[in-house]
């Protein structure tokens, strides 16, 4: 079963508007990390933004934000002010504390967004 | 401070050889973990290191395999390639292993294989 389902198509944003990725996960842990990281054409994968499990609050990183819904198991990533620099994959990943507390991430197949002028 | 460092970027490999790939990870991070990213099954575990013990596998073949050495840096290697194994793989690293707070995982820039 797939842990991590990310199902909007590729999009284009306006610069300067936000954009809103999904992301909706499925766990039966209670102890969980969820991730979001930017990938360009060059490959590197690059770390935005963090949400635990038992987080309170919903996580911020400058222009990045996390919409944290967890009775809907979903962590969707807000990007306000796009830049045209954003434009990249974006991917969610999932840590699971049964995993045995390891690094070990499952992620989504990712959300191509494109920033226009 | 530097980041995840793995070399070669990219490299050109022909089938039934055998590459090794090498990942430095961030100073004082301890935990090493890789993955194999290919346009068709997406981001892929392959394994975990700390403390040079590899802590976790993912399903893939005994042809992959790795290791760490005492200053964390990481190695893996892929014997006998296949054409199908030609891939971004992907290092990772964070100070430990585990979901404490801000034991957050960052990423290299890749090594870009392809196999002929």
């Known amino acids: 079963a797939q842990k991590i389902t990310q199902t909007q198509p590729g999009m284009f944003v306006q610069e300067k508007e936000a954009v809103t990725l999904d992301c909706t996960y499925d766990?039966?842990?209670?102890?969980?990390?969820l991730f979001w990281y930017k990938q360009p054409s060059s490959g590197e994968m690059i770390f935005l933004i963090y949400?635990?499990?038992?987080?309170?609050q919903n996580a911020t990183e400058g222009r990045y934000s996390l919409n944290f819904q967890k009775a809907r198991k979903s962590a969707n990533l807000v990007i306000s002010a796009s830049q045209l620099g954003d434009s990249a994959m974006y991917f969610c990943a999932m840590r699971e504390a049964s995993q045995g507390g390891n690094n070990r991430l499952a992620f989504g197949k990712g959300n191509q967004v494109v920033v226009i002028p | 401070k530097a980041g995840v460092t793995q070399t070669p970027r990219y490299l050109i490999k022909t089938r039934g050889q055998q590459v090794t790939l090498s990942c430095s990870p961030i100073s004082g991070h301890r935990s090493v973990s890789w993955y194999q990213q290919t346009p068709g099954q997406g981001l892929q575990f392959l394994f975990e290191y700390f403390s040079e013990t590899q802590r976790n596998k993912g399903n893939f073949p005994g042809r992959f395999s790795g290791r760490q050495f005492s200053n964390s840096r990481s190695e893996m290697n892929v014997s006998t390639l296949e054409l199908g194994d030609s891939a971004l793989y992907l290092c990772?690293?964070?100070?430990?292993?585990?979901?404490?707070?801000?034991?957050?995982?960052?990423f290299g820039e890749g090594s870009w294989l392809t196999v002929v």
């Open positions: 990772a690293s964070s100070l430990v292993p585990g979901g404490a707070s801000g034991n957050t995982i960052y």
């Open positions: 766990t039966s842990d209670q102890s969980y990390g």
């Open positions: 949400q635990g499990s038992y987080d309170e």
